[in-house]
């Protein structure tokens, strides 16, 4: 009777090691899910910062060289653009201390005077800067 008994249960090992390693592979494919979509967020934060850095290097650049640049740092692309607020005092183009080659009258810009704009983008992430006057 006792031989029975244990030529019933040999196949109970292997279905209990299968359940076990079955368990165990999805654990481990939560847990790469979860870490790989974690490394893809941290990534295009620094894309979004590097797209925010190259918006604050062109504002910077226009503040220097009183100019609307448009280039490239590290890699990442910027714009520049101004546009004048008070068409009331200058008519279709206004005078800047920062834009000395006149900027045109345009809406969308609460200052009393004008609208510094700068546009980066990195890796298909833009982020944009306004400087009001």
Known sequence: MRKNF???RKGISIVLAVLILTTLLAIALGISTFI?????MIREVGYSTQAFYAADSGIEEALLTSTFPSGQVDG????????CCNSNLYGNVCPTPVCPNLCPVGSG????NYCLNSIGTYQ???RAIQIIY
């Open 36 to 40: 790989s979509r974690e490394i893809k």
């Open 124 to 126: 298909n992430f833009s």
């Open 6 to 8: 244990f030529k019933k």
């Open 109 to 112: 810009c609460l200052a009393p």
């Open 76 to 83: 990442a692309n910027y714009a520049v653009s101004c546009t």
